[in-house]
């Protein structure tokens, strides 16, 4: 059963979240510290006096119920997701899947150009905001892929598309391979590309300079990566103790994989934060990450790529295309890991560009 939702947070749980950042216990910090230690102190200090004391969560919530949300159950969990019908009758549907540490709240700025073109169903991944904690083992990308599936079906769509980032991309490439008979295409903004000695392919020197990044990260996991993927409930615990702790988690994600040219405003950051914050998804929304460790299925959808130059990493096409049916591929010289929220033109430009006419390139 599919069921109309509404954003209605309890007016206790907002007064309980300004006392928490009342109270908030700071650190000390080493003079002149930078970012060598971690998030700045005052950088920390500055956003959370204005969660507390300037942020509308109201307002904001107002805004995010002029879209129509509805929920339903699949596979035992919740399933949130806005639906926006395109004017056009016969346009092709699109499923858009964010990542970590993100939220629905991605595509807010596209939702008005793509949706002149296509359907579009934009789900909350379970375990995140409003598709509530998952309750056990095993959501993994292809569970939430065949998730994605049923919703389709339940929605009429026999045949459609998928477009994500972040986890969002594994997800559809999932998509792709567990409903390959429905899955037209899949759109991905992010394509980690590792490397392969034995791949016998061309690279160059700019291919080799993306590959050394993979590397570099490779041999020096980053630490937020590391505790999701180990110990996501016991880093749980401080995320949903704590809001500063939650808002430095995510703030320094915003921070380090948006293009300095283009970030995301505090405001729709402060939204972000405010969904794994109301909804307690702290330790679930981590779960993912550790549940997501074996290898999905292969995707035989046509597949396009948009590479944007301040993402977390940069894809090789000659390996991408070892592993992939590439029909499309775009470069952006400016744009980062959320590229929706900071280029919002480019992005829904370029899933058009491949959904209305890459597809047809052979």
Not at 148 to 167: N, P, S, T
Not at 183 to 199: E, F, M, Q, S
Not at 318 to 337: K, N
Not at 345 to 350: M, Q, R
Request: hydrophobic residues 40%; contains cysteine; glycine residues 8%.
């Amino acid at each position: 059963m599919i069921e109309p939702f509404r954003i209605d947070i309890p007016q206790a749980d907002l007064d309980d979240l300004a006392g928490r950042l009342s109270r908030t216990r700071w650190p000390d910090e080493i003079a002149d510290a930078g970012w060598d230690y971690g998030f700045p102190l005052a950088r920390l200090r500055e956003l959370a006096e204005h969660w507390r004391t300037g942020y509308d969560w109201r307002a904001h919530e107002a805004r995010l119920n002029e879209l129509p949300h509805f929920t339903t159950g699949i596979d035992g969990q919740t399933v949130h997701f806005v639906h926006v019908r395109s004017p056009r009758p016969d346009a092709l549907a699109l499923v858009l899947t964010h990542g970590w540490p993100g939220s629905f709240l991605e595509f807010l700025d596209v939702v008005e150009p793509l949706s002149r073109d296509f359907h579009l169903v934009i789900p909350s991944i379970p375990g995140f905001g409003f598709s509530g904690p998952t309750h056990e083992r095993g959501w993994d990308v292809t569970r939430v892929a065949r998730a994605w599936a049923e919703l389709m079906r339940r929605l009429g769509y026999e045949r459609y598309g998928a477009q994500g980032g972040d986890f969002g991309s594994g997800i559809s490439l999932a998509l792709g391979a567990v409903a390959p008979e429905q899955v037209v295409g899949v759109h991905v903004n992010y394509l980690p590309t590792r490397p392969d000695p034995d791949a016998g392919v061309a690279l160059s020197a700019t291919d080799e300079a993306r590959l050394d990044k993979v590397r570099q990260l490779m041999a020096n996991r980053p630490p937020y990566q590391a505790l999701q993927a180990t110990t996501p409930q016991t880093l749980g615990y401080a995320l949903t103790d704590s809001p500063v702790g939650q808002l430095a988690w995510i703030a320094e994600r915003f921070a380090q994989w948006t293009d300095p040219r283009t970030p995301v405003d505090d405001e729709r950051m402060l939204t972000d934060v405010s969904l794994y914050w109301l909804t307690a998804t702290a330790a679930s929304s981590a779960r993912l990450g550790r549940e997501s460790q074996r290898q999905a299925p292969r995707c035989p959808a046509p597949v396009g790529v948009a590479v944007f130059a301040h993402d977390i990493t940069q894809s090789v096409r000659p390996l991408a295309e070892r592993l992939y049916d590439i029909r499309h591929w775009s470069e952006f010289d400016r744009g980062g890991h959320f590229a929706a929220m900071e280029v919002p033109e480019l992005f829904a430009e370029d899933v058009r560009d491949f959904f209305l006419s890459g597809l047809k390139q052979d």
